[in-house]
């Protein structure tokens, strides 16, 4: 009997559900269909089994994160908009009991100033940025690879 895969969230914050049609120079041409397969295919192949979810509302990205904590199970968070201001989201982040990548398409310190800061990352394991749809590849890696 093989071993069962384990689980990932794969969270996604305000606006990504708009990939495809949302500033595509920015973003690219792929939607949020594709990068929920993208996903899922990764994570079949490093023995990870991919919940991928998108949500525009922080209460629910804090029940997802919440969700996450209590069953040790690791994260690949794009906070989205929610990265540059969100302190609820950090204290739910703080609260990670495995690990947890912030993810970002662009490379939001190539973009405009508000975009700089994050108040996720020092709670973070690490960050993956300016990939395109290739950073959620990366982060995944990464988070098969701390937690083999």
């Known amino acids: 009997m093989s071993d069962p895969m384990r689980p990932v969230y794969v969270l996604n914050g305000p606006n990504l559900g708009r990939l495809g049609t949302r500033e595509p120079d920015v973003y690219g041409a792929e939607t949020f269909a594709d990068l929920a397969a993208l996903c899922r295919e990764t994570g079949r ?3 990870l089994s991919v919940d991928v979810r998108q949500t525009d509302d922080e209460a629910e990205m804090l029940g997802w994160l919440h ?3 209590d069953g040790r199970i690791p994260v690949v968070l794009n906070p989205a908009a929610f990265t540059h201001y969100s302190y609820a989201l950090r204290d739910a982040i703080a609260q990670r ?3 947890l990548v912030e993810v970002h398409i662009s490379n939001p ?3 405009e100033e508000f975009r700089h800061t994050s108040v996720v990352a020092a709670v973070a394991t690490g960050t ?3 990939f395109g749809l290739r950073s959620y590849v990366l ?3 990464a988070i098969a ?3 083999s």
């Open 67 to 69: 969700e996450a904590a």
């Open 145 to 147: 690879e701390t937690t």
């Open 139 to 141: 982060a995944l890696r």
């Open 109 to 111: 310190a190539a973009r």
């Open 45 to 47: 192949e490093l023995g």
């Open 128 to 130: 993956i940025a300016g």
């Open 97 to 99: 009991t495995a690990p």
